[in-house]
């Protein structure tokens, strides 16, 4: 799917420490998989549910049962664009948030038609790499993404801060971690996660808890009864994990 923006998993990863290796491993999974529909994610994500206060919007765990993901997700057109990556308490002010009044926005037809000219008026589509003009993107993407979400300007911005993103110093980091972890692994870590198992859970797919340890470090991989044996326990493609 195209993640729309890698800011709000690199800012969880820094400010949730203890969890950093599951939000990077979500990103890297969704990135790489095209979910054609919610069924089809909930293999992979039983957390996954409907955030009944917006359309379109999801609700998911990662990190076992530490945090929540609000996540707008459009299974047509394979975006992902996360809203919130919070503790289960802030999620409840957040719900409590989205339940209640909504932020009032004037004259809102005014302002949807006006999206259309921006692709000649915003700096950052005609090549600026400036920080702020990146922050003024960001904020757009999230303007459209509440109030518009099938305007095609989405698709322009989004190109050009997946560009920014992947080579902005800021990212550096990130993108680095994020290279480093194979599909295959990611995907592991990710059922790990979701069903909230330990190494020695999976003997009957993998084998030891020190195989696991190493496969999940880079240290071995996963071969094709892994795969197998993993897909038919948790009803995964295979080649999800390729």
Do not use: C
Not at 56 to 79: E, S, T
Not at 110 to 123: D, F, G, H, S, W
Not at 180 to 209: F, M, N, W
């Amino acid at each position: 799917m195209h993640v729309i923006s890698k800011e709000p998993f690199e800012e969880a990863a820094k400010r949730y420490p203890n969890d950093s290796l599951a939000i990077r491993a979500l990103y890297r999974l969704v990135r790489e998989t095209d979910f054609s529909s919610p069924a089809e994610m909930l293999t992979l994500i039983p957390s996954l549910d409907n955030f009944k206060y917006r359309n379109k919007w999801w609700v998911l765990d990662v990190g076992g049962n530490n945090l929540r993901v609000i996540a707008y997700i459009n299974f047509v057109n394979k975006r992902f664009y996360v809203k919130h990556i919070a503790t289960h308490a802030d999620y409840d002010k957040l719900t409590r948030y989205y339940r209640g009044e909504q932020r009032m926005i004037t004259d809102t037809a005014k302002a949807i038609e006006a999206t259309k000219q921006l692709v000649a008026a915003v700096p950052f589509l005609g090549g600026s790499s400036s920080e702020s003009d990146y922050r003024e993107a960001m904020e757009l993407v999230d303007y459209l993404i509440e109030n518009d979400d099938e305007n095609p300007l989405i698709d322009f911005l989004a190109s050009k801060i997946a560009d920014y993103e992947d080579n902005s110093p800021r990212f550096a980091e990130f993108n680095k971690a994020i290279a480093e972890i194979p599909v295959g692994v990611a995907l592991l870590r990710t059922l790990i996660d979701q069903h909230k198992l330990s190494y020695s859970d999976l003997k009957d797919e993998i084998g030891s808890k020190s195989l696991v340890s190493q496969i999940l470090s880079g240290q071995r991989s996963l071969t094709i009864t892994h795969i197998k044996a993993l897909s038919a326990r948790f009803g995964v493609k295979p080649e999800w994990f390729l």
